[in-house]
Antibody
Framework: QVQLQESGPGLVKPSQTLSLTCTVS??????????WTWIRQPAGKGLEWIGR???????SYNPSLKSRVTISLDTSKNQFSLKLTSVTAADTAVYYC???????????????????WGQGTMVTVSS | DIVMTQSPDSLAVSLGERATLNCKSS????????????LAWYQQKPGQPPKVLIS???TRETGVPDRFSGSGSGTDFTLTISSLQAEDVAVYYC?????????FGQGTSLEIK
């Protein structure tokens, strides 16, 4: 059974960089059949897709955050990471990592729904 | 971006009764080449991450009770809980994975009447 676990500082100062890591266990992050994704949820609010990474290194980011976001992969540790620069109070949220399956057949591929999620980690931006 | 709008925002249903949750997208989620709707439903309980219940608008995930069903196509979708159980109290989100940036509805909070 695949498990994802977020880790990182729970408190970040305004204007600094938020850095989180997602450790994947029970499967290899380099299998080539998944996108690895970050999603966030402010307290009491809805879900916002931040971006995703494929094992080739290709990325896709939410345009609302694109100038501040980097998602990267560390296959040696079976981890992927999120960096969000110049944070403000509006970035305070629970941050989730998740897995998005990729279904390939006959030379074409199609993405799927998020099938496994981490438990989430609360990040507060405050001085 | 594709805008996802859920209705109602909150819903109170008696135990054993049917619950109907709606989701509308600002553009069609039906991909013509494979005739699939790129729409998922998630259940989120307090302090937990979302859990996928339904993908492709109507495919129940493994282990999800058969009282949960999804329907709809194009821009209009429905999640139905045929006989509400106490453990179904949660917030339910629809999500489109047709195109990035993926987007979620604002959620429907389901409670017991």
């Amino acid at each position: 059974q695949v498990q994802l676990q977020e880790s990182g500082p729970g408190l970040v100062k305004p204007s600094q960089t938020l850095s989180l890591t997602c450790t994947v266990s029970g499967g290899t992050i380099n299998s080539g059949t998944y996108y690895w994704t970050w999603i966030r949820q402010p307290a009491g609010k809805g879900l916002e897709w931040i971006g995703r990474l494929y094992t080739s290194g290709s990325t896709s980011y939410n345009p609302s955050l694109k100038s501040r976001v980097t998602i990267s992969l560390d296959t040696s540790k079976n981890q992927f990471s999120l960096k969000l620069t110049s944070v403000t109070a509006a970035d305070t949220a629970v941050y989730y990592c998740a897995r998005e399956p990729l279904y390939c057949s006959g030379g074409s591929c199609s993405q799927g729904a998020f099938d496994f999620w981490g438990q989430g980690t609360m990040v507060t931006v405050s001085s | 971006d594709i805008v996802m709008t859920q209705s109602p925002d909150s819903l109170a249903v008696s135990l054993g009764e049917r619950a109907t949750l709606n989701c509308k997208s600002s553009q069609s989620l039906l991909f013509s080449s494979n005739n699939k709707n790129y729409l998922a439903w998630y259940q989120q309980k307090p302090g937990q991450p979302p859990k996928v219940l339904i993908s492709w608008a109507s495919t129940r995930e493994t282990g999800v009770p058969d009282r949960f069903s999804g329907s709809g196509s194009g821009t209009d979708f429905t999640l139905t809980i045929s006989s509400l159980q106490a453990e179904d109290v949660a917030v339910y989100y629809c999500q489109q994975y047709f195109s990035t940036p993926y987007t979620f509805g604002q959620g429907t909070s389901l409670e017991i009447k």
